[in-house]
């Protein structure tokens, strides 16, 4: 395996002047100096990139990501250290950067095209593709100030991917154009991932590095935190995030917001309720090691209450919301309307989920105490919270069970498909 | 009529559907990673990388070129007969006002003043447009990775464009004052031209580069211009300073200082091509001498030296603007 991107001990040190003296009197007022605070924005980054490799470069604003991009990149050169990029290099870092308002598309596909390495015979060549992958046949002669934004951004792309480049580097430019042109742009990456090319993308957003990343660098602060496979990467990304108070802590105002906003809220008496929930805890394997579970693991929730009265019929249900408070599971304790019977003292009701599929996110548990008759008896909003992790490739919601099986062509007869009804 | 309209859109038409679909754009098999060109980023690259790098990105300068040109006259009727206009009125301007306001006895005046302006048009600007070049195209500097030396150099190539049409209208000139040009000198002012690109190309580059820092430079540049320009002998004759200095005894040092100026020589061999006449005889006044009275060599050695002064400070202008270079995007 050839190395396609070797990047050897880059750091990058900006400096943050308190104020900007760009002329040359306000240099010689200060007397030449000019305060200013040094900020490394990357610090001794080594990564090697094998060819053929989609790499993901994840960190949270401020990370210094970009500006490892833009050092592979060549726009901006590193303060020490050096990249040695294998292949010709095509960066969308902005979709139809130096774009000329007042020339043609067709004029601006030839002066884009050659900004981005394209030799004018490449161009001739791929022009036609390049305005049909852009839909834009009817106005490639009008000037592009008239274009829309959209327009804009879809020539902007078109001239980008026609560079079929060795290696290619993408900064957080996919989500371009309607649903339909996102589409295409993903198949066009993918093209370009069986074709062979290295691709080095850079994005805060998990799950698009999941879905098309083999290898995570993780940056914190200018610092390489580890390169590894996605799903490993992004664990310990979100595991940084919890450390550094980044992904706790829900606001609160907007919380009571929403409550507020809520409907039917739940009226509980004031007088001494019958049936009081004291505590909701989570319990799972190696909990006094790590915060979060894994995708799959089994995950108990116990609620502890006291009863003061002896009740005919008690449920308990449980709530599982997501970050955005929308409802992810609810349930109660038992099938039968009725509830079980409860003495007077303490008791804890425990919700054993044997295999917890929810994928990545922070979940917040909500448990009630109803009566037989539906009232509510107490109610813990939340209850506590739990984090799961996805060490897999999967995205969405949940990780449901599966598997493929492929017959190869050859391996015999075919197993009838399934009359498909429509 | 109408059928034979027709017939002749139905023949293409024809024509177009026995055409095949274009192949698809020639795969040629994709180089195996060992025979892949590689690029070093680092703080510190060569200056012969670099030289390299600019070469490879010659379509690019074109591209930068042509859209100049196309921007700066767009949606204009007459386009770029603007940029022959500009100096052809000028030209009748000073054309009139020295010959007969100011009554110059230089016969032809107009054509001393414009072979000298050609020189010096260039030269005044190229450099303004090219001090700010980086900082106008700050959008691409930030986004994009080409060698930034295009940018200032393109510059350098549309003034050459635009000398090239002052060229036209200096020779409609000749041609309507049946005036000929002296052809044995035309290879010294092509030596010139070639002394001026590269000396305006060295300034362009260091200018842009500076004021990426110093965004003073811009405006310092259109005021220095404006002094400079009465330092070289465009509009008076290079004679008078001659005579001057003569008088003073401290002829040849303060000669060389006058002359230290790279444009002066310049200046002085596109007159000596195009004017030609270095001594004319004035009525009432007797013989005149307007150009130098320098032999073809001493021109040769003088735009020699030129040359090699504009190499050096082209290689120094692009060492510097390589050392900062690696700024300019934070810079911006």
Not at chain 1, 362 to 382: H, K, M, N, Q, Y
Not at chain 2, 284 to 313: D, K, N, P
Request: proline fraction near 5%; charged fraction near 20%.
């Amino acid at each position: 395996m050839t190395v396609a991107i070797d990047v050897q001990g880059v750091s990058k040190r900006f400096r943050l002047y308190h104020q900007k003296y760009t002329s040359l009197k306000e240099r010689v007022v200060h007397g030449g100096h000019v305060p200013f605070e040094e900020f490394w924005a990357l610090e001794d980054v080594s990564a090697e990139i094998t060819a053929g490799q989609t790499v993901g470069i994840l960190g949270r604003n401020g990370s210094g990501k970009s500006t490892l991009l833009k050092c592979i990149a060549g726009i901006l050169q590193p303060t020490g250290g050096q990249v040695v990029v294998r292949g010709q290099l095509a960066a969308m870092l902005e979709l139809g950067a130096g774009f000329q308002p007042e020339l043609s598309g067709r004029d601006n596909i030839y002066l884009n095209g050659s900004l981005l390495g394209l030799s004018t015979k490449e161009i001739d060549r791929r022009f036609d593709e390049i305005v049909a992958f852009a839909e834009l046949e009817q106005f490639i002669d009008n000037q592009v100030k008239y274009y829309s934004s959209g327009m804009y951004v879809r020539l902007g792309f078109s001239v980008a991917v026609s560079v079929e480049p060795d290696v290619l580097l993408v900064d957080e430019v996919l989500a371009v154009g309607d649903e339909r042109f996102q589409q295409k742009c993903m198949d066009r990456i993918q093209q370009f991932q069986r074709d062979g090319r290295t691709i080095v993308v850079v994005s805060h957003s998990p799950d698009l590095m999941r879905d098309i990343c083999d290898t995570v660098l993780v940056l914190d602060r200018g610092r390489k935190v580890t390169m590894a496979p996605a799903g490993e990467a992004i664990r310990i990304f979100r595991e940084r995030l919890i450390e550094s108070g980044f992904a706790t802590a829900p606001a609160a105002p907007a919380d009571e917001a929403e409550q507020v906003e809520g409907a039917a809220p739940v009226e509980i008496t004031t007088r001494r309720r019958v049936v009081e929930l004291l505590s909701a805890s989570a319990s799972y394997a190696r909990q006094d090691e790590r915060n979060y579970i894994e995708t799959g693991e089994p995950i108990d929730f116990r609620v502890d209450f006291d009863v003061s009265t002896p009740v005919s019929g008690v449920q308990f249900k449980i709530t599982l919301l997501n970050e955005r408070g929308g409802i992810v599971f609810s349930s109660t304790s038992s099938g039968a309307a009725s509830g079980m019977p409860l003495d007077v003292g303490r008791g804890c009701a425990t919700f054993i989920f044997d295999s917890m599929v929810l994928l990545d996110g922070r979940f917040s548990v909500t448990v009630e105490a109803r009566d037989s008759g539906g009232v509510v008896l107490d109610i813990l909003d939340p209850g506590c919270d739990f984090e799961v992790m996805n060490p897999g490739r999967a995205v969405g919601i949940v990780g449901l069970p599966m598997r493929v099986e492929v017959l190869p062509p050859g391996s015999g007869e075919l197993p009838r498909a399934a009359a498909t009804a429509r | 009529m109408a059928m034979a309209s027709e017939a002749g859109v139905s023949a293409p038409a024809d024509a177009r559907l026995g055409e095949l679909p274009p192949a698809p754009s020639g795969d040629s098999p994709r180089p195996t990673s060992r025979d892949l060109p590689y690029r070093v980023v680092s703080s510190k690259v060569r200056l012969t990388v670099r030289v390299r790098e600019i070469w490879e990105s010659r379509e690019l300068f074109v591209f930068l070129v042509r859209k100049e040109l196309k921007v700066k006259y767009k949606s204009s009727v007459l386009g770029l007969l603007w940029s022959m206009l500009n100096p052809a009125v000028v030209l009748m301007v000073y054309y009139v006002v020295f010959k007969y306001v100011l009554k110059n006895p230089t016969p032809d005046f107009a054509l001393y003043l414009f072979s000298g302006l050609l020189v010096w048009n260039l030269f005044s600007t190229v450099l303004p447009g090219s001090s700010s070049t980086i900082v106008a195209n700050a959008g691409i500097v930030k986004k994009v990775a080409f060698p930034r030396e295009i940018l200032p150099l393109s510059q350098v190539g549309t003034g050459v464009v635009f000398l090239f049409f002052q060229m036209i209208v200096m020779a409609l000139f000749l041609l309507g004052f049946q005036y000929s040009p002296d052809w044995a000198y035309m290879p010294i002012a092509l030596f010139a031209l070639v002394d001026l690109v590269v000396l305006t190309a060295a300034f362009a580059i260091f200018l842009s580069a500076v004021n990426v820092y110093y965004r003073d430079v811009e405006h310092l540049v259109a005021v220095l211009l404006q002094a400079w320009f009465w330092g070289i002998p465009v509009v008076y004759n290079y004679n008078l300073v001659y005579n001057e200095l003569v008088k003073l005894h401290a002829f040849h040092w303060l000669m060389d200082i006058y002359l230290i100026d790279p444009i002066t020589p310049l200046v002085l061999a596109f007159q000596r091509a195009f004017y030609g006449h270095v001594v004319v005889s004035v009525p009432h006044q007797g013989r005149y001498q307007v150009l130098a009275g320098y032999s073809a060599g001493f021109y040769v050695e003088m735009l020699a030296g030129v040359l090699v002064a504009g190499v050096l400070l082209l290689l120094g202008a692009m060492r510097v603007f390589g050392r900062i270079e690696g700024n300019f995007a934070e810079e911006l």
